[in-house]
């Protein structure tokens, strides 16, 4: 199953997340049945983001959103786990420092957008100013309503200008899934760090921020900054999907290891020039 074009959101659509099941996972019927295909993924992220980043003519933003519990953290782990950590940069866009509310809301983001050759995980990202500022009125809605052209603009500029392909990912899980997994935390040792106040009294703001969600879905998937409702449910699903997505837009980069800068034939005799030599005086042997 062609999973980019399964779960992309068509640029136009009015999004209504209520049409979409969460734990939807396609023709792979469990994690056990779906891990060969999921390793398969990895291995090409891991082979063409090296060329992508020794041959620095493209860059790749990856936007991960959800509502809390959804697996941000998780899925940022498994895209990462592929990845040589050289060549990526995560970043995540919380509740604004003093300094950052007195630039526009785009200001603190722009820095972190990936350099050619690199990868940028944003783990929340520059909608969080029309999600998290809309559904605790923070802003009026002139404001934060302008802001989709200016988000549809600004990915537009980092597309065009410095070769950037942009994949959006909205992690999608209903209310129950979500309640299970805040049991998770509390039974966990290991996850209780992640335990908030804040997720209760969030979680009694779902509806507000599902429109919320549907409206940033619908004003801003664009062509050159697609958007794709990921269900994750199923974790291993969300896993899979996500590798599919990235593997496929690294493909289509269509990615080359770069030409030596050097003189080959001149590296080589004086390779063989230094064997030679350390071969004489014994520093080959005692290395």
């Keep these: 199953m062609n999973l980019r074009k399964r779960l992309i959101v068509d640029p136009g659509a009015k999004v209504k997340l209520a049409e979409i099941d969460p734990g939807f996972h396609g023709d792979w019927k469990s994690e056990e049945e779906a891990k060969s295909e999921l390793a398969g993924n990895?291995?090409?992220i891991?082979?063409?983001q090296r060329k992508l980043y020794a041959s620095r003519s493209h860059s790749l933003l990856i936007v991960l959103q959800g509502i809390d519990g959804a697996g941000k953290d998780g899925a940022c782990w498994h895209v990462i786990s592929a990845m040589d950590?050289?060549?990526?940069?995560?970043?995540?866009?919380?509740?604004?420092?003093?300094?950052?509310?007195?630039h526009d809301f785009l200001w603190r983001v722009h820095p972190h957008a990936p350099a050619r050759g690199r990868v940028a995980i944003f783990n929340r990202s520059h909608y969080e100013d029309v999600l998290v500022t809309r559904v605790h009125k923070l802003a009026p809605k002139n404001v934060w309503k302008a802001r989709y052209a200016f988000i549809n603009e600004w990915e537009k500029l980092i597309a065009?200008?410095?070769n950037t392909t942009i994949l959006k990912f909205f992690l999608y899980i209903s209310p129950e899934e979500q309640l299970a997994r805040f049991e998770q935390r509390l039974d966990d040792p290991a996850r209780q760090w992640k335990i908030s106040a804040s997720d209760y009294s969030e979680r009694d703001l779902w509806d507000d921020y599902i429109e919320a969600f549907e409206a940033a879905l619908s004003n801003c998937a664009t062509k050159h900054a697609p958007w794709f409702v990921i269900p994750s449910n199923h974790k291993w699903f969300r896993n899979l999907a996500l590798s599919q997505i990235i593997a496929d837009a690294l493909d289509d980069m269509e990615l080359k290891t770069p030409k030596p800068t050097v003189d080959l034939q001149k590296i080589r005799r004086l390779y063989h020039s230094q064997v030679e030599k350390e071969g004489k005086t014994g520093l080959a042997s005692a290395t």
């Design 85 to 102: 950590p050289q060549g990526v940069n995560v970043a995540g866009f919380k509740q604004p420092t003093p300094e950052e509310r007195d």
């Design 42 to 44: 990895l291995a090409r």
């Design 160 to 162: 065009a200008e410095n």
């Design 46 to 48: 891991t082979k063409l």
